[in-house]
């Protein structure tokens, strides 16, 4: 179940919750265009939104020929838009998976960079129910052991809730550095993509992400805990859901979509963003230059560590990305099944 390229928008919303409990979270929404091409070529046009659902930021991201570029769009200072130049570093599959992201809802990333069987120590953990619908759980290397190298630290583990009933998609994911849970993603809505002449692709829509961890990378550390330290709630809109577009490399160009928005649904709020007063070279928004700057050194931090981590030939040799799992996992995830019904049956004549 495979097709070339995906863009569509979404939309949703997080809270960060403060170490101390009697403190209240911090909220925030976002809304964005993101596209998708099978070699990893990937666009994000994010808008980050104020409490009265206006925009107060814009950030542009790309990532094309394993290079990641980013850019603060937002028309509030000097210089111009126009006249920016983009932030470049290195960047592979994963680099734009982070707070805010489509990555953190659409896998298509992680699936197509998995490598062979005996790459990720595959082990079958049985059967759980989830929203009606049973799953396999497995738990299986992250990433291919080639890949890790001399890995410093915990090995990372995902622990992954197959819903065959849906063709293989993924209903829950779980990471972990070792035995510590990271992050959670579950997904809660999903939908049959139509796709032209093949049969349609099932699809998350909608999902929570919990991330369980907290990583300071000024002291090197990273601390796990009990409770989520934030949880990102995503909505992929339906109606904007397109697959097989005409993306070629230009498409994916921070320049080209600084000036105009990436897609009809977004306009209203880039029109927004320009409606503000003429740029200053020190006015303050919403969100302060500040807090953008950093958001921007992380993600090109991330990026590069993504980079250095990851094998570039291994999402890249296909024409076409996987939305479900691969061929090996699903096949033996069927072997499971087939076991599992054959032993039933047994148990039954005797």
């Known amino acids: 179940m495979a097709f070339q390229n995906i863009t569509f ?13 009697e403190s209240e979270p911090i909220e ?20 980050t939104l104020n409490a009265n659902d206006s925009p107060d930021a814009r950030f542009l991201y790309s990532l094309l020929n394993y290079k990641f570029d980013l850019l603060d ?6 210089p111009r838009v126009e006249l ?10 994963g680099s734009l998976y982070f707070p805010r992201s489509a990555q953190r809802i659409h896998l298509a990333w992680f699936l197509s960079s998995l490598g062979g069987h005996d790459e990720h120590e595959y082990q079958y953990l049985g059967d759980e129910v989830l929203s009606g619908s049973r799953c396999h759980v497995v738990r299986m290397l992250r ?10 630290g915990p090995l990372p583990y995902a622990k992954l809730w197959i819903d065959l009933g849906k063709g293989g998609v993924v209903a829950r994911m779980e990471w972990f550095d070792g035995d510590k849970l990271s992050l959670r993603t579950s997904f809660d809505g999903f939908y049959e993509v139509p796709v ?20 300071f990378m000024d002291r090197g550390k990273t601390v796990y805990r009990d409770s989520p330290t934030s949880e990102e709630h995503y909505r992929i809109l339906r109606d904007t859901i397109k697959v097989n577009r005409d993306l070629r490399n230009e498409f994916f160009s921070i320049k080209r979509h600084a000036l105009a928005s990436s897609e009809e649904d977004l306009r209203a709020l880039l029109d927004q963003l320009k409606n ?18 950093k958001r921007l050194d992380d993600a090109l931090a991330e990026a590069d560590r993504q980079s250095s981590r990851l094998d570039a030939s291994v999402a890249a040799s296909s024409e076409q990305f996987w939305t479900t799992l691969p061929a090996w996992i699903l096949g033996a995830v069927a072997a499971i099944s087939l076991a599992i019904a054959v032993a039933y049956q047994w148990r039954k004549k005797i």
Do not use: M
């Open 9 to 21: 928008v979404y939309e949703g919303r997080i809270a960060t919750y403060p170490v101390k409990p």
């Open 28 to 47: 925030s929404k976002f809304q964005g265009f993101y596209a998708y091409r099978s070699n990893v070529a990937t666009l994000l046009d994010l808008y």
């Open 73 to 78: 769009a937002t028309p509030d200072v000097l």
């Open 84 to 93: 920016r130049e983009p932030r470049t570093t290195a960047g592979g599959a």
């Open 143 to 152: 990433r291919p052991k080639p890949q890790l190298g001399a890995w410093e």
């Open 196 to 215: 032209p002449g093949r049969p349609s692709v099932t699809i998350p829509i909608s999902g929570l992400v919990e991330v369980f961890s907290e990583s």
């Open 276 to 293: 503000h007063p003429a740029p200053k070279p020190a006015r303050r928004s919403p969100v302060s230059q500040a807090e953008r700057a």
